[in-house]
């Protein structure tokens, strides 16, 4: 495997279900990231974790709860989820947080909520 | 609050022409600037990153860069019909993670 890479690549849950994204980067890289990309909007920044600690949550609802156990591998656990969080879901990782280091995306979740 | 500004778009150009995608930012401290491609459905890909002023160019991108601006461009010579797509200005900020613009929608027509 190379790159960034996730799992699974489709999810259908009804409002009641518990599931987990995976995510995990083969890049040796220090940050990881969680974006949330709405039909037509724009990506939205959910969480940051850096060397492992989360450093950024962006006002998400606690019906999403990240889980960084390593710098390699990154999980998104949903639980009670409604309609419109149906998304397509995205994994990014970067050397450091530092601002000046590009993101490599993975392929994305695509998420529906019935 | 940081912002990074782009037209939504679309912009349409005929194939062989050439595309140029425009962003600005708000905080005069940003440092790195990414341009990065989107196509339907599909997760962002780089293509081109900047840090000085002035032009840096690979194949048909060239990225430009002025800082007293706070302008960030992206031009694609010979437009193709696959560089259609959604194309995201991203722009570094010392304290942050990147900040993404909306992303304008680019349609080469054969």
């Known amino acids: 495997e190379t790159g960034v890479t996730q799992t699974p690549r489709h999810l259908v849950m009804g409002m009641t279900n518990k599931k987990s994204l995976k995510c995990e980067q083969h890049?040796?890289?220090?940050?990881m990231y969680w974006y949330k990309q709405s039909a037509k909007k724009p990506l939205e920044l959910m969480f940051v974790?850096?060397?492992?600690?989360?450093?950024e949550n962006n006002s998400v609802p606690s019906r999403f709860s990240p889980e960084c156990p390593n710098s390699s591998h990154l999980f998104l656990h949903l639980h009670t989820l409604q309609p419109e969080d149906s998304a397509l879901y995205l994994c990014?990782?970067?050397?450091?947080?530092?601002?000046?280091?590009?993101?490599?995306f993975g392929p994305g979740t695509r998420l529906t909520v019935t | 609050q940081k912002e990074v500004e782009q037209n939504s778009g679309p912009l349409s150009v005929p194939e062989g022409a050439i595309a140029s995608l425009n962003c600005t930012y708000s905080?005069?401290?940003?440092?790195?600037f990414f341009w990065y491609r989107q196509y339907s459905g599909k997760s962002p890909e780089l293509i081109m990153f900047?840090?000085?002023?002035g032009d840096k160019e690979d194949g048909r991108f060239t990225a430009q860069l002025n800082k007293a601006s706070q302008y960030v461009s992206l031009l694609i010579r010979d437009s193709q019909p696959s560089d259609s797509a959604t194309y995201l200005c991203?722009?570094?900020?010392?304290?942050?993670?990147?900040?993404f613009g909306k992303g304008t929608t680019l349609s080469v027509s054969s």
């Open positions: 890049l040796g890289h220090n940050a």
């Open positions: 974790y850096n060397f492992k600690e989360q450093t």
């Open positions: 905080d005069r401290g940003s440092q790195s």
């Open positions: 991203a722009v570094g900020v010392t304290g942050t993670a990147l900040i």
């Open positions: 990014a990782s970067s050397q450091e947080r530092a601002s000046s280091y590009e993101q490599y």
């Open positions: 900047i840090y000085s002023n």
